[in-house]
């Protein structure tokens, strides 16, 4: 299975900034997945991103607030605009293909202040 | 929306003892997952079922998917101190692309030496 890396692995933003999170994947993959767990919860999904096209947003999620990009098959960003302390949350990327185990990263644990 | 109802929210047992996490839904779904997470982690895949009553042994923990795919269970015997960690149950949902999960609420176990 693919083995994803992410960083930052932590972060602590000031209100109103942005920061983007990188997702590498050591192997091409079909599906990359971003993923949402906020404290003492457990993962929503966010996004699914697409390949060389608009990434596909979940209810609850809209491109401004959660602009994701993936230019090739091993990577891709996810960026949290204009944050406020309800942003802050661990981020997982998510990636694999067709009948593949599906991969996490280690996260990305926002606080935003 | 599809919802997964997974239980108990919390278990705390002693070394030795048996437990048993339900997930539960309204739905079927294509495939159900589960997952074990440790903190700074993302979630490690245990085992996927896809088949109807189907019943997977992975060492002390038995994994069973209902007949009618809306529901499973986890059942571990003799709990260690290593088993302690978040575990998720998350479903496939039909008609649905590869990947795109409907987490549990997770159940946060304990086991005490």
């Known amino acids: 299975s693919a083995v994803i890396s992410q960083k930052p692995s932590r972060d602590i933003c000031q209100r109103g900034t942005s920061l983007t999170i990188q997702c590498q994947v050591d192997s091409q993959v079909t599906m990359m997945f971003w993923y949402r767990q906020q404290p003492g919860q457990s993962l929503t999904l966010i996004a699914t991103a697409n390949q060389g096209s608009e990434a596909t947003y979940e209810s609850g999620f809209v491109i401004d607030k959660f602009p994701i990009s993936r230019p090739n098959l091993t990577f891709s960003t996810l960026t949290v605009s204009n944050m406020s302390p309800e942003d802050s949350s661990i981020y997982l990327c998510?990636?694999?293909?067709?009948?593949?185990?599906?991969?996490f990263g280690a996260g990305s644990r926002l606080t935003v202040l | 929306t599809q919802l997964l109802e997974q239980s108990p929210q919390f278990l705390s047992i002693q070394e030795g003892e048996n437990l048993t996490v339900y997930c539960n839904s309204s739905?079927?779904?294509?495939?159900l997952q589960w997952y074990r997470q440790e903190p700074g982690e993302g979630p490690v895949l245990l085992v996927t079922v896809v088949t109807g009553g189907e019943v997977k042994k992975l060492k002390r923990l038995t994994f069973q998917f209902g007949d009618a795919r809306k529901d499973s269970s986890l059942h571990i015997t003799a709990a260690q101190p290593g088993d302690t960690g978040l575990y998720l149950c998350a479903g496939e949902s039909t008609g649905t692309s590869y990947g795109k999960l409907t987490f549990g609420q997770g159940t946060i176990l304990t086991v005490h030496p």
């Open positions: 998510s990636a694999g293909s067709g009948a593949n185990v599906l991969t």
């Open positions: 739905s079927v779904f294509s495939s």
